[in-house]
């Protein structure tokens, strides 16, 4: 909520009719609101690519707002295009390396330390285990834990069974929590 205590997708409603108008200067306004909110949900799913990552969320976000139909719904549509553009890149990147099993010991609680994670940053040891991760490993864990979204909005995100969702998840958070505790 901005400081007035209206919700984010009640203020950006107005700016997103009018850019869908052709308004520019909308647009522009728009997109700055938004990069924050789209930069941290790349960082974590895309992190040697999050410039990448963003700069592409940003840009389907600019190709594809005429086809929003519910200004209120800009911030859910915003994730959905997000998610899929920081999987796409993260993909695209050869950075990516798993976390490697033999070197994972103890247990700690993965909510604890995402909890943890001062005015909604994550620490950088935190970002650390993340980008050890798979991508899809990575980007299910970043939706259910960071975002909160139920399994069923995070198969639905990620076009996937919601099956597929829970045991990616499981074996994410076993990484995480072995990793962490190393």
Do not use: H, N
């Not at 974590?44 to 600019?62: H, K, N, R």
């Not at 796409?88 to 798993?98: F, K, Q």
């Not at 099993?101 to 994670?117: F, Q, S, V, Y």
Request: net charge neutral; with cysteine; glycine share 8%.
């Amino acid at each position: 909520m901005d400081d007035g205590g209206t919700p984010p997708w009640e203020t950006a409603a107005p700016l997103v009719r009018a850019a869908r108008g052709g308004d520019a200067l909308a647009m522009d306004d728009l997109l700055r609101t938004v990069t924050p909110y789209v930069t941290r949900l790349c960082a974590p799913i895309a992190p040697g690519d999050t410039a990448d990552a963003v700069q592409e969320s940003l840009l389907a976000v600019f190709r594809g707002l005429r086809g929003l139909r519910d200004p209120l719904a800009f911030y859910g549509w915003v994730r959905a295009v997000t998610v899929r553009e920081a999987v796409r890149v993260a993909r695209r990147g050869a950075r990516e390396t798993p976390a490697d099993p033999e070197e994972i010991t103890r247990l700690k609680e993965l909510k604890d330390l995402l909890a943890g994670a001062v005015g909604g940053e994550l620490g950088a040891d935190v970002r650390d285990l993340l980008a050890r991760l798979p991508v899809d490993k990575r980007a299910v864990l970043v939706l259910r834990e960071l975002e909160g979204l139920d399994e069923r909005a995070v198969a639905e995100l990620l076009d996937i069974p919601e099956g597929t969702v829970k045991s990616r998840l499981s074996r994410a958070r076993s990484s995480f929590r072995k990793a962490w505790t190393r």
